[in-house]
C-alpha cells in the first residue's frame, strides 16, 4: 500500500484537495442557504416544525438514491455531486438553526428593539450571533457527514477521493484494487478529523468571548 | 413645568435634596384614551388611560399583577402598538412615527438580562449613540461618562462582558445604556427586581442621585410600594385593565387613600412607612472626623479625641469611605490603613430612614455612614431613625 500511495502521490494529493474544496464550498453554501430558511421560518412554530420534519426526513433518503435521480435532469458530472452534497449538508445545519434562533432570549430580542435596533439589525446583530455556536454544531455535524457522501458522489463523476474508492471497487481482486479504496477511505476519515479541528478553531474565533462556554 | 416642581417642594418642606428646584431634561408625557385590546381576548388589557406625566418626574406605577401596568409602559415606546388613543411627547404626538426612530429617544430598562451577553460593556452603552451615527470618539468618550456617573470605573469595566460583573452592576450598566444617547424620557420596568435588598437599596439611591443631575422624565413600574414611596415623586395606582384609581404623591397616597383597595395595598404598617418618606438627608447627621488612608494616625486620634469621638471615618483617595476604626485600633497604627470593610454600612443622603435602619441592621452596626455628592456627608446613628418613629407616632395619635 505504501507504494501505491508513493508512486500516486500526484493523483491521490489531487483527488483529496477536489474532495476538501467540495465539501467546503457546499457547505458554505448550504449554511447560507440554511440559515436563510431558518430566518423566514423560525418565528413561527408552525413552520419551524415543518422544517424540522422536513430535515428529519431528508436525511432519511439514501444518498446513492438521490443522486442517481437527480442524473435524469442534470447529466453525470459535478452538477449533481453538488446538488446532492449541498442538499444533505444543509439539513443539520438548518435544524440547528432553527433550535438556535428560536432559544435566544426573548427578553434579549425585546431589549434590543426597545432601544431602537430595527427587525434586521436585530436579527444581525443580537439573535444570529447568539444562535451562531448552535448553528456551528450543525455546520460540525454537516461537514463530517458529507465528507462521506461527497465519496458517493463520484458515482455520477463528481470530483474527489470517491473515484479511488469506486475504481477499487469495480476492479476489486484486480491489482492495487484493495489499496486504491483502502487508500481513499483512510485519506477521508483523516481529512474529516483535519475539517473538524479547523472548524472548533474557526469556533474559537467566531464566537463572542461572553457567551464561549 | 417648573410650576409642579416648586409645588412639589412646598409639599416637601425641607425635604432636603429633592427640593431645590431642580435641573429637567426630560419632556411631558401625555396619553389621552390609550387603549390596548390583545387579540382573542374579551376586556382591553389597557382601558382608555389618560394620564399626563409632567416633565422631568419620576412617576411610578403600581398595581396588581397583570393590571397592564407593563403593557402601558410598553405603549409608550411603542413596543406595543396601542390599539386606541394618543400618545404625545411634549406637543408631539408620537402616535405615528416611526417605531424604531421613536425608541432611540427614549431610554428602556427592563427587569432583567437586558444586557447582550456577546458584546462587551463599552459596546452594550455605546449602542444607541452608535446607532444614532456618532463619531468613534464621541461614543468612547460618552460611554466612559456613563459608566462614571452610574459609579463604575470605566478602566476596569469597559472591556467586560456582563457575565463577568454581578446582578447589581449589570443593572448599572443596563441604566447606563438607557441614558446613552441622553434621552429625555427613561422607562423602568421592575428594572431592580430580582437584585438582594442592599444592592436594590443602593440602586435606588443612584437612581435619584443620577436623576437629581440630570432632571429626566421617568416611568417606573414596580410591585414595591416602599420602593414606589421611595422613588416616586408621584405615584400612578392602577386595578385591572389600567384603570386609575388613584394619582397623587406619595405623602397624600400614604395619608389618604383613595379607596380601600388602595389601603390594603399601601399595607397597614402605614406610620412605619413615614420612615420610607422621610430621607436621610431631612434629619441631622454628626459630623465625623474624616482621615484619608495614609494620613499620619497620631494627630488624627488627637483630633477625633478633641471632638469626643470613639471612631474615625476613614476614606479612599478618591474621598468614597472604606472603613470606620476605632480610635484604640486606629492608635496601634503608624498611617491611616487602607483596610476596606466589606461590611462598613453606607447610605446616601436619598436613602429613607427604613434604608438606613435595613442597612444598620445587616450589618450589625448602631449608625451608617452617609455619602453625598463630595464624599462623606456625615453619620447617621440608630437613635436618630428611633426619634422619627416615636415623632410619627406621636403626629398618627395626635
Ligand atoms: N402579548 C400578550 N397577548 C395577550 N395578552 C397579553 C399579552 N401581554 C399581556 N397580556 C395580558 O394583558 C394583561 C396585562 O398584562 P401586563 O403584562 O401589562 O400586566 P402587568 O401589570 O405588567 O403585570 P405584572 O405586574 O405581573 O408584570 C394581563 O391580563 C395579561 O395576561
Ligand atoms: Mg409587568
Redesign the pocket.
Known amino acids: 500500500m505504501w507504494d501505491y500511495l508513493v508512486d500516486r502521490r500526484g493523483l491521490i494529493a489531487f483527488q483529496a484537495v477536489q474532495h476538501v474544496s467540495l465539501v467546503v464550498q457546499c457547505v458554505v453554501l448550504a449554511t447560507g442557504i440554511a440559515i436563510g430558511v431558518a430566518v423566514l421560518s423560525y418565528r413561527s412554530p408552525r413552520i419551524s416544525g415543518l422544517a424540522n420534519g422536513l430535515s428529519a426526513i431528508g436525511l432519511t433518503i439514501p444518498s446513492f438514491a438521490l443522486l442517481g435521480l437527480l442524473l435524469a435532469p442534470f447529466g453525470f458530472g459535478i452538477t449533481p455531486a453538488v446538488i446532492a452534497v449541498v442538499f444533505y449538508a444543509s439539513l443539520p445545519i438548518l435544524r440547528n438553526a432553527v433550535v438556535g434562533l428560536a432559544g435566544v432570549d426573548q427578553s434579549l430580542v425585546e431589549s434590543a428593539r426597545g432601544i431602537g435596533m430595527s427587525r434586521l439589525a436585530t436579527l444581525v446583530r443580537v439573535e444570529l450571533p447568539l444562535a451562531w455556536p448552535v448553528v456551528l454544531a450543525g455546520v460540525r455535524v454537516s461537514t463530517q457527514m458529507v465528507m462521506g457522501i461527497a465519496a458517493v458522489a463520484a458515482y455520477v463523476l463528481g470530483p474527489g477521493l470517491g473515484s479511488l474508492i469506486f475504481s477499487g471497487l469495480s476492479r476489486l481482486g484486480g491489482a492495487n484494487a484493495l489499496n486504491a479504496t483502502l487508500v481513499g477511505t483512510i485519506a477521508i476519515v483523516l481529512l474529516a478529523l483535519v475539517l473538524d479541528v479547523v472548524l472548533v478553531l474557526v469556533g474559537r474565533l467566531t464566537t463572542s468571548k461572553g457567551i464561549r462556554v | 413645568m417648573s410650576e409642579t416642581i416648586a409645588e412639589r417642594s412646598d409639599e416637601r418642606p425641607g425635604s432636603g435634596p429633592t427640593a431645590e428646584a431642580r435641573h429637567v431634561s426630560g419632556v411631558s408625557i401625555r396619553l389621552d384614551g390609550v387603549t390596548k385590546q390583545?387579540p382573542g381576548?374579551r376586556t382591553p388589557?389597557v382601558d382608555a388611560v389618560s394620564l399626563e406625566i409632567p416633565a422631568g418626574q419620576i412617576v411610578v406605577f403600581v398595581?396588581?399583577?397583570?393590571?397592564?401596568?407593563?403593557?402601558?409602559l410598553k405603549m409608550l415606546n411603542r413596543l406595543i402598538e396601542p390599539s386606541g388613543g394618543t400618545i404625545y411627547l411634549g406637543d408631539e404626538d408620537v402616535t405615528g412615527q416611526n417605531a424604531d426612530q421613536l425608541r432611540r429617544r427614549i431610554g428602556y430598562v427592563i427587569q432583567a438580562d437586558g444586557l447582550f451577553p456577546h458584546m462587551t460593556v463599552g459596546t452594550n452603552v455605546g449602542l444607541v449613540p452608535k446607532m444614532l451615527k456618532w463619531g468613534k470618539e464621541r461614543v468612547a468618550a460618552r460611554v466612559d461618562e456613563l459608566l462614571d456617573l452610574v459609579g463604575l470605573d470605566p478602566e476596569t469595566y469597559r472591556d467586560r462582558y456582563p457575565k463577568e460583573l454581578s446582578g447589581g452592576q449589570q443593572r448599572r450598566v443596563g441604566v447606563a445604556r438607557a441614558l446613552a444617547a441622553d434621552p429625555p424620557v427613561l422607562l423602568m420596568d421592575?428594572p431592580f427586581g430580582a437584585v438582594d435588598p442592599i444592592t436594590r437599596q443602593r440602586l435606588q439611591d443612584e437612581l435619584l442621585r443620577i436623576q437629581e443631575e440630570l432632571g429626566k422624565t421617568i416611568v417606573f413600574?414596580t410591585?414595591d410600594f416602599d420602593e414606589a414611596v421611595k422613588l416616586g415623586d408621584r405615584i400612578v395606582v392602577?386595578d385591572v385593565g389600567a384603570r386609575v384609581v388613584q394619582y397623587d404623591t406619595p405623602e397624600a397616597i400614604l395619608a389618604d387613600p383613595a379607596e380601600d383597595y388602595v389601603a390594603d395595598f399601601v399595607g397597614a404598617g402605614a406610620t412605619l412607612k413615614q420612615l420610607t418618606l422621610t430621607r436621610v438627608g431631612d434629619v441631622e447627621l454628626r459630623q465625623p472626623q474624616v482621615a484619608r488612608v495614609g494620613e499620619d494616625s497620631a494627630p488624627v486620634v488627637r483630633r477625633a479625641q478633641a471632638a469626643g469621638d470613639q471612631y474615625v471615618v476613614v476614606t479612599d483617595r478618591r474621598g468614597r469611605p472604606i472603613s470606620w476604626p476605632s480610635l484604640a485600633e486606629l492608635s496601634r497604627t503608624s498611617t491611616v490603613p487602607d483596610t476596606v470593610d466589606e461590611h462598613l454600612p453606607v447610605v446616601g443622603l436619598h436613602s429613607t430612614l427604613n434604608d438606613a435602619l435595613d442597612t444598620m441592621l445587616a450589618a450589625s452596626q448602631g449608625g451608617v455612614v452617609v455619602t453625598g455628592r463630595d464624599g462623606v456627608a456625615g453619620v447617621m446613628v440608630v437613635e436618630t431613625v428611633m426619634a422619627a418613629i416615636q415623632q410619627t407616632r406621636g403626629e398618627a395619635q395626635g
Open positions: 390583545y381576548q388589557a398595581g396588581p399583577s397583570g393590571c397592564g401596568k407593563t403593557t402601558l421592575e413600574v410591585h392602577f
